[in-house]
């Protein structure tokens, strides 16, 4: 059982995850939080092998393109209902593995209550995120509270699952044991540019047809996307290839200060905002670039992430150009699948794209290098890895652990 949602980013990396454990013969059930509960029409569903439930609504209502949050009051009782549905949902689902997705508060109660109380059984972590760093904490309170389960639910667990060196490295620190490695990765099965035709018609309707385009796939929250380092490179850009665009796919809340930040630096016509879409849309849309950007900083945020945007590119054949920040060298095959440049300088960032759009036979060579690694990170081998958690943890128990 993985308890964590499965409408954002980070949820795909659960589903995929339980899909592939499904795929091994595995009975998965996710337990998820809605990023807008009171419009899910399916709160109950089972889709390729994997039972979902959703048991509450996530800390932050993500409707649209621009999430909203809610008051202090509201945010409790939300917090409290859904603590109460993760407890219930674990009580109503017999396991022998519990797996929970994240260490933050409302995962961590229903563990400590229903899985460890009242179930008497161990249970897994996994570690996808600074979840202190990043997160948009405004408190210092709030701050100490995420800290907290950070630090001890991996400490308790009979076993942990990272997807950075670094954040295996950080649990160990905090005294876990049996931790695995089990980094982001793509649905090589299911995913696939469109046809040339629908690329043709969605390029149109963009209004990039004769565009270079420079996407960048994720979402707009600057505390831990600095996307604003992208757009501040892109002037340069420009002034080298004057055809150039910037696609900017998908919403967050910092959104309307990026459309604020590519007014002010004379880019309005030169940045263009998808909003929000369906994974699929956003893919179609990826697979219209010459090349993609992931922008980063080298603080614990970058080091902490694998990030999505990364192994998508490459299974489609689009050169990345980010920061040599954490496992992103290693993701890219040393820089074989994509540019590395020194993280949190914009004119890097320029130089890297300018070159590349100048390149092309440096472009294929990089496009069908990142081909062949995304093969590396297939979510069905990467469940295999993260199965191995719970093997190790039989052995150190001596019961029964897995899915």
């Known amino acids: 059982m993985i308890i964590m949602g499965v409408e954002r980013p980070s949820g795909r990396r659960y589903f995929q995850i339980a899909r592939g454990l499904a795929a091994l013969g595995h009975r998965v059930r996710v337990l ?59 009580l109503r689902s017999p396991a022998d593995a519990y797996h929970l997705g994240k260490p933050q508060p409302v995962n961590g109660l229903a563990a400590l209550v229903a899985v460890a109380l009242l179930r008497r059984q161990s249970f897994y972590v996994d570690c996808d995120d600074d979840e202190v760093r990043g997160n948009r904490l405004t408190a210092g309170w709030q701050r100490a509270v995420f800290g907290f389960w950070q630090d001890l639910l991996p400490r308790l667990a009979a076993g942990v699952t990272a997807n950075t060196r670094h954040l295996a490295d950080e649990a160990r620190r905090n005294g876990a044991r049996n931790v695995v490695v089990v980094p982001n990765g793509v649905d090589l099965a299911g995913f696939a540019p469109p046809p040339e035709a629908v690329r043709a018609a969605l390029r149109a309707s963009l209004g990039l047809e004769g565009r270079r385009v420079v996407a960048y796939a994720g979402t707009l929250a600057l505390q831990n996307h600095p996307v604003d380092l992208l757009v501040e490179a892109f002037p340069e850009v420009l002034a080298a290839c004057p055809e150039a665009v910037l696609l900017l796919i998908g919403g967050g809340e910092d959104l309307p200060a990026l459309r604020e ?105 990089m496009a069908e290098a990142g081909r062949e690694q995304a093969r590396r990170y297939d979510w069905r081998r990467l469940a295999s890895e993260w199965a191995m958690v719970y093997d190790r943890g039989r052995g150190a128990a001596g019961v029964a652990e897995s899915v």
């Open 32 to 90: 998820a939080l809605h990023p807008d509960l009171a419009s899910c029409e399916r709160r109950r569903f089972t889709e390729d092998g994997v039972e979902v439930w959703y048991v509450g609504q996530m800390h932050a209502r993500k409707a649209g393109s621009v999430p909203g949050r809610f008051g202090p009051l509201a945010l409790l009782l939300v917090l409290a209902r859904s603590t109460l549905g993760m407890i219930w949902g674990a």
């Open 261 to 365: 930040l590519a007014r002010r630096r004379g880019l309005a016509d030169r940045v263009y905002f998808t909003g929000q879409l369906p994974h699929r849309a956003a893919v179609a849309c990826l697979a219209l670039a010459e090349l993609s950007a992931d922008p980063v900083r080298d603080d614990p945020v970058a080091r902490a992430r694998s990030p999505l945007k990364l192994f998508e590119s490459m299974a489609l054949g689009v050169p990345v150009v980010t920061g040599d920040v954490g496992d992103r060298a290693a993701s890219l095959a040393g820089g074989a699948a994509g540019a590395l440049v020194p993280p949190g300088d914009p004119r890097a960032l320029a130089e890297a794209i300018v070159a590349l759009l100048g390149d092309e036979p440096r472009r294929r060579a």
